[in-house]
């Protein structure tokens, strides 16, 4: 590759690049994927640049000619992304000049590639932000289904991984929903700071002959208008740390989500058996039916972080205005995006091929202790202050340890020695489908709340899904 032939800046160098660095230097193999954002862009500033003179309405004609053309051209071929031009901006330039010849060559008037490729990305994104919002309705999808069938199945639930109270299957589900509809909210929040337009800032200082920025940014469907300040316009990528963080969180999320569906998965819970679809077996032990897919979600998400971490370190330092390690932009959140995207895609169907065991949670739900707290709570209504309370069910714990059994089977000596306090039925009292009941409050495990929150939530999923349709 030479300076004479190719590149857009050829004019003051007489020798070439050496071509390691002609190879290290160009972001064609990461950016081809702005090529039909850098085409829309080119439609908005040559309509731009004709209001200003540098087109004629009849060349104007020409150049958008030229632009659909190459338009079609990449539709049915792809986009040619081991192209030897350096990036897709000076790649689509030589199209269109091979198109539509000297109109192509004045259509980078008043335009630097500093605020081309700002613009071209923010556009971008927002369609990659719209697939992962519906990603994750598609996963909550899942999960509330999940929800609405075992609104009122009794699981244990665990702090510490240790047994804890009683929980129904339908709140556990809810409750990974709840962190996903914030990451949701995130990846628009972040969408949100892309609504202004960079284009029309040039290189770093503004562009010249009097372009109406407004116009192009309302021809974009900007709906902040114009950017405010050049330096900031083509030097800063908070939004993409943003939109960083935000994948990086959801990715955390799903590895929470993992984590509890392959203890579930495992032997010593048996509370969850993963289907076929999403399974593998061991290539030594037949018995095996290991729960791959959730693993590798909880995996990937280590690289999530990295990605994010590569971003904020990319910036960290950087002189105002444009740096050419602004480039690695990309590289580090292209790929954070598809994972995550991928991500969220396995984990939806890894939920859907759940099953869970649900006669079994329920029997668990009832060994364990888990109803501890409600003993504590029955003395406290029989005039006993909770602290007390809770040293003499502590006492009644460890007895029923030592003898094997839960504390509604403690034998009728026993418990008239440890809860001499307590007149009600034991066996009725600390069931867990009434430990459940017990927490009607909003926000609360009780079945009848879970069963309103899989309403609100089924109404919820219907407006994100409306949002996912409309662009
Ligand atoms: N490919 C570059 C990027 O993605 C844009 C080109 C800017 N080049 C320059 N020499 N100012 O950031």
Redesign the pocket.
Known sequence: MTHAGGQM?GGRFAGSLDELFAQFQK?LPV?HVLAFADLQVNRAWSRALANVGVFTADELLRVHAAIEDLEGHWRTTGIPADDPA????SLVERELVARCGELGKRIHTGR???D??ATDLRLYLRERIGALASAITALCGQLVAKAAAHHDAPMPGYTHLQRAQPITIGHWALAHCEAFARDRERLRDAGERMAECPLGSG?LAGTVLGVDRAAVAADLGFRGGPTHNSLDATAQRDHLCELAFACAMACTHLSRLAEDTIFFATQEARFVTFGDAVSTGSSLMPQKRNPDAMELVRGKCSRAHGALQALLGSVKGLPMA?N?D??T??ESLLPLLTETESCLRVATLAVQHATFDVARCASEAERGYLNATDLADLLVEAGVPFRDAHGIVGAAVNRAVALGVELQDLPADERQRLLPQLRVDLKQALAARTVLARRDVLGGTAPNRVRAEVTRWQQRLTDWNTEDRTP
């Open positions: 800046w972001s950016d350096e990036d897709v901006h630097s590639r500093n081309q490729v290189a444009y050419r602004l480039q932009d990309k």
